[in-house]
């Protein structure tokens, strides 16, 4: 069972950054891997994915704030999060994007002056 652990979030000022971590259990080698977000009473949502050769595609919303990274030798993947807008507070997770796993717990983001 692979297990996913996400780290990073915290309370953060609009137009301040945030650099989230997520480290998997497993390897990550050939895996198709994505970041999410679910803001209270709304669904969760795809925000970032990166392809195993490291192409990256974005939401919108996020484009030109969020960078999506992966360091493949450690099972990890990372979300550097800039200019960050109160809309952007949820709860922050990642996942195998074309096979998903187990969820993990997340990390809360909380973009509030």
């Known amino acids: 069972q692979v297990q996913l652990v996400e780290s990073g979030g915290g309370l953060v000022q609009p137009g301040g950054s945030l650099r989230l971590s997520c480290t998997v259990s497993?390897?990550?080698?050939?895996?198709?891997m994505a970041w999410y977000r679910q803001a209270p009473g709304k669904q969760r949502e795809l925000v970032a994915r990166?392809?195993?050769?490291?192409?990256?595609d974005y939401l919108d919303s996020v484009k030109g704030r969020f960078t999506i990274s992966r360091e493949n030798i450690k099972g990890a993947v990372y979300l550097q999060m800039d200019s960050l807008k109160p809309d952007d507070a949820a709860v922050y997770y990642c996942?195998?994007?074309?096979?998903?796993?187990?969820w993990g717990q997340g990390t809360q983001v909380t973009v509030s002056s």
């Open positions: 996942n195998n994007y074309a096979d998903t796993w187990a």
């Open positions: 497993g390897t990550i080698f050939g895996i198709y």
């Open positions: 990166i392809t195993t050769d490291k192409e990256t």
